[in-house]
């Protein structure tokens, strides 16, 4: 099990930038894939990035591609997700997610063991 904190979720206008930290702690950082998730009230959790073990391999959905950017710094046991181009949709309490199981863990939530508490993103138009 490994233990995961996030930060840097704040009050942004449309159209700025934003970048989140995932922290994780417990176990080997190396041996999980990451991702990020977001839900907004009365919405489903959503996948809006995933990252590989050893960070060659990125996904990202349709509607975040080109603004969102997944990365990870083994060095500090931290993955980040910079957020450009903010929409108001974009809201959300973002997650942080962790996958031994697999190279990497795709958009499924369920592939994911471990998650952080969550920050919340709110964009104002």
């Known amino acids: 099990q490994v233990q995961l904190v996030e930060s840097g979720g704040t009050v942004v206008q449309a159209g700025g930038s934003l970048r989140l930290s995932c922290v994780a702690s417990g176990r080997t950082f190396t041996m999980y894939s990451m991702g990020w998730f977001r839900q907004a009230p009365g919405k489903e959790r959503e996948c809006v990035a995933t990252?590989?073990?050893?960070?060659?391999?990125?996904y990202y959905p349709d509607f975040v591609k080109r603004r969102f950017t997944v990365s990870r710094d083994d060095a500090r046991n931290t993955v980040y997700l910079q957020m450009n181009s903010l929409k108001p949709e974009d809201t959300a309490v973002y997650y942080c997610?962790?996958?031994?199981?697999?190279?990497?863990?795709?958009?499924?939530?369920?592939?994911?063991?471990?998650w952080g508490q969550g920050t919340q993103v709110t964009v104002s138009s």
């Open positions: 997610a962790a996958t031994s199981r697999y190279y990497s863990g795709g958009k499924d939530a369920t592939n994911y063991d471990d």
């Open positions: 990252i590989s073990r050893d960070g060659d391999f990125t």
